[in-house]
């Protein structure tokens, strides 16, 4: 283009901002960001390139490796238990050493994402989840088993905290919250698909853990072979100063030819950030500046905030639980069970992709609200369900003849509540012509199949009937046979039909999103890190908390939890639905009340000091570029402004 033609496009543009009515001014002032973006913005809407879906789907593998892992073990923990002769302690600390792995290195991952970039973190996360499956699976022993499952911790970390960012940064604003939302859908598709293949090799006494262990690694090594072909979040190029390779990232990623405006915007914020940074007094690690600084400050409260109250309300023990509510209705088949469970992450699966949908209709703060305040009323009905279950619980009718090489301490209980809180004990029963619960006795367990057979009795396993059932005998483990399951099948229908549009994604995909560039690393692994720590913590005090609350009294402790999520979704949690990440900082400039109203005071992005810059604006009134410009009084100034 010649000098020319630039003066006279220059020269457009001044008489376009002169003769502009104010009116009209202020009304597109008032449009939001795409509407202003014209002719541009709706061809971006329209044009999306098929790198930006193949990109988010390797991606997501990440996260469907995340669902995989959680939904596998307790399948093949069946099978490992009786293969290595597990003890209670080898049993816990082969699950827990993952969820422990994964929460130390979410937090490390900020820091390596930070210094190598997106892309060779997630290319290490699957390489590493890969060795792990294969180590799982060929694992001659249970201290090879637990070192499988330490490095697949690993993997799973550092995924878990990368792959909603990496996706967020590569997205458009228009598509961002569903993309990063499609990776929590491969979290819940890979716990249904883990329910599937724990079902299929279930009838493999011998080999079926393994194979359930090992297929992960498949998975993961295609998102290895295929992230080599992938680029780097445009953004880490920036902030690392490559920025012809920047400009030519996001051009692929947008199908566009003519990215400069985008390019710009976001080059222009960390530029800002690095001058303001300098000029403040704020130093230190990026993990402390977050802390000095009152935005950042508020964005990391709200994202730990998120996925804390993510975990404590309650989805690991819901879906703990699941196969015992399912047994409630009366399902005696252990396999039938499984196979039901597997219906029940399908559940999970399916109304995770409603949170895919609605995720950029309605907005992030409306699905979490609504969201959380469902898990809250269906965590009531759990509870409830399970006080009825104890209220009306089976007595104790049936005393069978002492067996001296047994424990005698489970004839003590006078109902099969009692009994069904002792991991010793369980309860063995018979059905009359009306369904009714007769000849209920509690015996001690099975030493190797305590959740199949009693150890002596009527429902013990012997050479003559191996199969107690034939009898007519049922075994109760750890639950109680209740004419109120229906309500408890409702109470766990609803919580996951709740659970997964909102509070499953929401957590991940508004974390992907709140911090500006120079924190989004330590952001995203500080928040992955909480996560991972009260899952850890809810599965270590679950079962002592049934057994000083009892069952409906720890759903009714979750309910309250569940309760201030709400509180803290209302008051904290704001809306981002279709703001570049380089707008959403202003959010969090004022105080974060009620959504976070935007700043009333000029903070500066980085050094959180009072500075030269104008105030941000409310988030509920976004400007123009010409809002900000001086107050002119005549043609002639208006002129000079606009040179």
């Not at 991952?109 to 973190?121: E, Q, S």
């Amino acid at each position: 283009m010649s000098r020319e033609e630039r003066l006279e496009m220059k020269s457009s543009s001044a008489n376009f901002v002169m003769d502009k009515p104010e009116n009209d001014e202020r009304q597109l002032i008032n449009q939001a960001p795409a509407e202003r973006g014209g002719g541009a913005a709706r061809a971006r809407s329209h044009k999306n390139p098929v790198l930006l879906y193949v990109l988010t789907v390797l991606a997501a593998i990440g996260g469907f490796l995340f669902g995989y892992d959680t939904g596998v073990v307790s399948g093949a923990m069946i099978l490992i238990r009786e293969d290595f002769k597990l003890s209670t302690v080898w049993q816990e600390a082969i699950v827990s050493v993952t969820i422990g792995a994964a929460a130390l290195f979410a937090l490390l991952g900020g820091l390596l994402n930070d210094t190598f970039g997106r892309k060779p973190v997630i290319l290490l996360a699957s390489f590493v989840f890969t060795a792990g499956a294969v180590v799982m699976g060929a694992a001659q022993s249970k201290v090879l088993l637990l070192i499988g499952r330490v490095v697949v911790g690993i993997g799973i970390g550092l995924a878990s905290m990368t792959v909603p960012m990496y996706i967020a940064e590569a997205a458009p604003p228009q598509l961002r919250g569903r993309l990063v939302t499609i990776n929590n859908m491969f979290i819940t598709g890979g716990q249904f698909v883990a329910s599937v293949i724990d079902g299929a090799f279930s009838y493999n006494k011998r080999d079926g853990w393994r194979y359930m262990l090992g297929l992960a690694g498949i998975p993961s090594l295609v998102q290895f072979v295929g992230f080599l072909f992938l680029p780097e979040s445009p953004r880490w190029l920036i902030q690392h100063g490559d920025n012809l390779m920047a400009k030519m990232v996001l051009k692929r990623m947008r199908g566009l030819d003519n990215v400069d405006e985008e390019f710009e915007q976001i080059k222009q914020t960390f530029e800002e950030e690095q001058r303001e940074r300098k000029e403040s007094d704020v130093t230190g690690p990026v993990f402390l500046r977050m802390l000095q600084h009152p935005p950042t400050r508020r964005a990391l409260l709200v994202g730990c905030g998120l996925q804390m109250f993510q975990q404590i309300a309650g989805i690991n023990t819901v879906m703990y639980y699941s196969a015992s509510i399912i047994k409630m209705a009366g399902v005696q088949d252990d396999s039938l069970a499984i196979w039901l469970a597997a219906v029940t992450a399908c559940v999970n699966f399916l109304f995770t992709i409603v949170g895919v949908y609605l995720v950029e209709k309605v907005g992030r703060r409306i699905l979490a609200l609504g969201s959380m305040a469902g898990v809250f009323l269906s965590l009531l009905v759990l509870a409830i369900a399970f006080w009825f279950s104890a209220q009306y619980s089976p007595p104790i009718t049936y005393q069978p003849a002492q067996d001296r090489n047994t424990s005698q301490h489970c004839s003590s209980y006078k109902s099969c509540n009692q009994c069904a809180l002792d991991d010793e004990c369980g309860y063995c029963f018979s059905l009359d012509s009306n369904s009714s619960v007769v000849n209920g006795s509690c015996m001690p367990t099975d030493s190797s199949r305590w959740d199949t057979f009693a150890g002596a009795g009527r429902c013990a396993y012997t050479n003559a009937t191996a199969d107690h059932l034939q009898d007519g005998m049922y075994w109760a483990f750890n639950y109680c046979p209740s004419r109120f399951s229906w309500l408890a099948i409702l109470g766990l229908v609803l919580y996951l039909m709740f659970f997964a549009p909102g509070m499953g994604p929401m957590p991940w995909t508004i974390n992907s999103e709140i911090y500006p560039l120079w924190a989004r690393s330590t952001g995203n692994a500080c928040s992955a890190a909480t996560n991972w720590v009260f899952n850890l913590l809810v599965s270590m005090t679950f079962l002592t908390l049934t057994e000083t609350l009892t069952r409906p009294g720890t759903f009714f402790m979750y309910s309250g939890l569940a309760l201030l999520g709400v509180v803290f979704i209302w008051a904290f949690v704001p809306e981002t639905k279709g703001k570049r990440l380089e707008e959403i900082q202003a959010v969090f400039e004022g105080p974060c009340v009620m959504g976070c109203v935007g700043s009333t005071s000029p903070y500066t992005q980085v050094s959180g000091q009072y500075g030269v810059h104008p105030p941000e604006p409310s988030v509920c009134t976004p400007i123009l570029e010409e809002e900000r410009r001086p107050e002119v009084e005549s043609e002639s100034d208006v002129e000079e402004y606009s040179r």
